[in-house]
Structures are given as structure tokens and as C-alpha cells.
């Protein structure tokens, strides 16, 4: 059993930054994906970003790239996720996903947290 957890959602302007983590129990948690996806209200859950198991390779949803970063800790089993200029449409509750392998993906996942409320005014 793997349990997720968010943290560090809030409220910011426009233009600001928020950095989202991730913690993750386990053992192996080096061994698998994870990514991090979004629901806005009224919209259906969107892939963000996603890390490979080794954390050497990552992979953007075009909405969010050059300002989104995606990284990972393999000793404090933690991913954490980055979001710089951010625009009112990143407003929504982001979840950390933990995927069935260690190879990047967007859609298999079979753990997910609670979720974390970000929130961006104009």
C-alpha cells in the first residue's frame, strides 16, 4: 500500500510562484514513475508533469512547459513540483500520482493523494 501526500497549495497572484510536494511511503519508491496532474472545477483531471523512477528524465504537458519543474528525492521519497508564473488558468487542485512503472507516462497511475488547492488571481 502507497500512501500520497500534498502539500503547499495556497493563494497567489499572477505572475507569482508556489512549489507543490509530494510525500510518499514505501520502500521502492524509486522504482516507479510519478507525475502530478490537475482538475479545475467543471473540467475533467488533466495531465501536468512526470518524473521517471531514476529522475532522469521528465516530461511536460505543453500548458505548463518552461514554467513547471518537476523533481524527485529517492532518499526522502518526495517529488516536488515547481510552478513559476503562474496564470489564473493553472487555478485548480492538483494531485501527486504514483505510476505502475518506473517509465514516464501519462495516464497509468494507480495511487493518487488527496490533492492540494492552488489558486491564482488576476
Known amino acids: 500500500q502507497v500512501q500520497l501526500v500534498e502539500s503547499g497549495g495556497g493563494l497567489v497572484q499572477a505572475g507569482g510562484s508556489l512549489r507543490l510536494s509530494c510525500a510518499a511511503s514505501?520502500?521502492?519508491?524509486?522504482?516507479?514513475?510519478m507525475g502530478w496532474f490537475r482538475q479545475a472545477p467543471g473540467k475533467e483531471r488533466e495531465f501536468v508533469a512526470a518524473?521517471?523512477?531514476?529522475?532522469?528524465?521528465?516530461y511536460y504537458a505543453d500548458s505548463v512547459k518552461g514554467r513547471f519543474t518537476i523533481t524527485r528525492d529517492n532518499v526522502k521519497n518526495t517529488v516536488l513540483l515547481q510552478m513559476n508564473s503562474l496564470k489564473p488558468e493553472d487555478t485548480a487542485v492538483y494531485y501527486c500520482?504514483?505510476?505502475?512503472?518506473?517509465?514516464?507516462?501519462?495516464?497509468?497511475?494507480?495511487?493518487w493523494g488527496q490533492g492540494t488547492q492552488v489558486t491564482v488571481s488576476s
Open positions: 518524473i521517471s523512477g531514476s529522475g532522469t528524465r521528465t
Open positions: 514505501g520502500r521502492t519508491f524509486g522504482n516507479y514513475v
Open positions: 500520482a504514483k505510476g505502475r512503472t518506473a517509465i514516464i507516462t501519462i495516464r497509468d497511475y494507480d495511487y
